[in-house]
């Protein structure tokens, strides 16, 4: 049956004409307790979902919309390890690389923890001897550079964190990322490090990935051009990977390869072996506490009542938004700097994850699925397209994230941030009416028929929904909090919409494409396209041999 014929989709669609159609303004004028109401808390985070779109009826409508698709068991499924990503065939367990129980979380009948727990212990023996000096390069330096090979899920997760947590960064120690195929990406990090300090962590799932791959070759090929013996190789690169054979063909040894399972997807994939360059950056305390928050986040999202769990709420929101009101993008704006890398990481986790339009059962779908997700650290956003969010033509929900608490205390610069943290919300939600315009403009010394003509373009319309998030501090703890809390309401919104969250197939074309092209830009191949490809292939080549 399609969602839309349940009764209660079908209740939520006659209630987006009437309840959804209120202005905020006049939902906060007549409920004094609306913030009280719409708010909750957990596992470190705050969240405000007052300045959203909804009334009770709409949320307790879209509770049994929840219901109706069986989300609580479908999250119980994800927890037991059931093949929940049925077009490859594979169980979703990266909530089990964060916990700690054994005889909890199995795959195929057999329990994962202990694998699980004896990677861990090889990561953090292989920090501590990096951290301590026990591992050295091969000319007897100190490792204190390391650069992170990878793309997508093995390179987004881990720069994000390691930004997030620069605080927390060891004294003395470098991280770069190189994910780009462009040679650019690579030569410019090469042009500042040292090789005989440098550790290169080559990243990649599958260890196939044609970026990754040309990436590891050609800083291999810089090392050894540094004069570094092939020998040496064994000391400054290490692999993680689920490829043992494909490592191993690369020239890295498997006591330096760091293993993880199929059933952690790429975008999920930050708590697995992926996430040791963070570890190797703020070393191995911070980087357990960093499982730890994403881990109470877990059992908050696995033992709360759906309408006191944040990441179901934060989910039927955005269902309510983009499948019920039309609303196609959400801004996520996190008013940290630390966090600037969030919404490039969250792209990925959330458009690779519901960027989807055909149902479990490969039906097409009938309503909006994963919204258009995109956003900038605050307040750079707000001198760039905010302008947009208040007055363009469609309607933008954003997530504002913020701490209460600067790891840079530094005059009122907190303070200020965090006015605009609250002004932003508020100004989309109550917005500025033709009147408070003319209110604004009398004095003026304008003439009636300029201030008449003035008022269209300084009205702000409102009623633009916004999440706020808020903890005491941007920690390891919170910060693996708030990306469990992501994680979850983008696996809830696939459950409601119906859709598998855990492939990608439609990533697959592109690649086949541009090796197929590749030989045919190397003049190794004869041009077969359409005419515009080739016509560009042609030009390319053209411009090249010039
Ligand atoms: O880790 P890898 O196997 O190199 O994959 C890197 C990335 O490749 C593809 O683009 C997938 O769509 C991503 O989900 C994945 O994170």
């Not at 839309?4 to 209740?11: G, H, I, K, V, Y």
């Not at 881990?295 to 989910?315: G, Q, S, Y």
Request: glycine share 8%.
């Amino acid at each position: 049956m399609s969602r839309t014929d349940l009764s209660e989709w079908q209740a939520l669609e006659a209630l987006a004409a009437t309840d959804g159609a209120r202005h905020l303004r006049d939902l906060f004028a007549e409920d004094e307790g609306r913030f009280e109401r719409f708010s909750a808390e957990a596992a470190g985070l705050f969240v405000d979902y007052s300045k959203t779109r909804i009334t009770s009826d709409v949320l307790d409508g879209l509770l049994d919309l929840a219901r109706a698709t069986r989300l609580e068991d479908r999250r119980t499924d994800m927890f037991r390890g059931e093949k929940i990503n049925a077009t490859e065939g594979r169980a979703v367990l990266h909530v089990a690389l964060r916990d700690t129980a054994k005889g909890k979380y199995f795959v195929d009948g057999a329990d994962v923890m202990d694998d699980i727990q004896s990677v861990l212990s090889q990561m953090e023996a292989y920090c501590d001897s990096v951290h301590s000096g026990a591992r050295m390069g091969h000319t007897g330096k100190p490792l204190d550079t390391v650069v992170n090979i990878g793309i997508g899920g093995s390179d987004l997760g881990p720069v994000m964190v390691t930004e997030a947590l620069k605080p927390y960064a060891l004294e003395g120690r470098a991280t770069h990322f190189v994910s780009n195929v462009d040679g650019t990406h690579l030569a410019e990090v090469l042009k500042r490090i040292d090789p005989e300090r440098t550790l290169f962590v080559i990243a990649s799932k599958t260890f196939t990935t044609q970026e990754t791959m040309t990436n590891a070759a050609s800083a291999r090929e810089w090392f050894l051009a540094s004069g570094a013996p092939e020998s040496a190789v064994a000391d400054h690169f290490i692999a993680l990977s689920t490829n043992e054979a494909a490592v191993t063909e690369f020239g890295i040894n498997a006591e330096n390869m760091f293993p993880f399972w199929e059933w952690v997807g790429g975008r999920y994939s930050l708590w697995s072996a992926i996430g040791l360059p963070i570890a190797l950056s703020v070393g191995w305390k911070n980087y357990r506490a960093l499982l730890d928050g994403a881990a109470a986040m877990d059992r908050h999202f696995e033992t709360a009542p759906m309408k006191e769990n944040l990441p179901v709420l934060l989910a039927l929101i955005g269902v309510w938004h983009r499948s019920f009101l039309g609303m196609q993008a959400n801004a996520v704006l996190p008013y940290d700097q630390y966090l600037h890398r969030l919404p490039a990481y969250l792209q990925q986790a959330d458009m690779e994850s519901n960027g989807k339009s055909v149902t479990m059962a490969g039906a097409h779908v009938t309503y909006g699925t994963g919204p258009v997700l995109f956003g900038e650290a605050g307040t750079n956003g707000q001198h760039a397209f905010y302008q947009l969010i208040h007055q363009g033509t469609d309607i933008i929900p954003c997530d504002f994230i913020a701490a209460a608490e600067s790891h840079n205390p530094l005059g009122d610069h907190h303070e200020k941030l965090l006015a605009n943290f609250l002004a932003q919300p508020e100004a989309l939600a109550m917005g500025k009416t033709p009147d408070e315009v003319r209110e604004d403009l009398k004095g003026s010394g304008m003439a009636d028929a300029e201030i008449e003509a003035l008022v269209p373009h300084k009205v702000f319309t409102g009623n633009r929904p916004t999440v706020s998030i808020l903890m005491e501090r941007l920690e390891p703890r919170t910060l693996g909090s708030l990306i469990a809390l992501y994680e979850h309401r983008i696996f809830c919104q696939s459950v409601i919409w119906d859709i598998n969250a855990f492939d990608q197939w439609g990533v697959e074309l592109g690649k086949v494409l541009a090796k197929a092209i590749l030989p045919e830009l190397k003049g190794w191949a004869d041009v077969k396209h359409d005419s515009s490809t080739s016509g560009l292939i042609a030009r390319i080549n053209r411009l090249r041999r010039s």
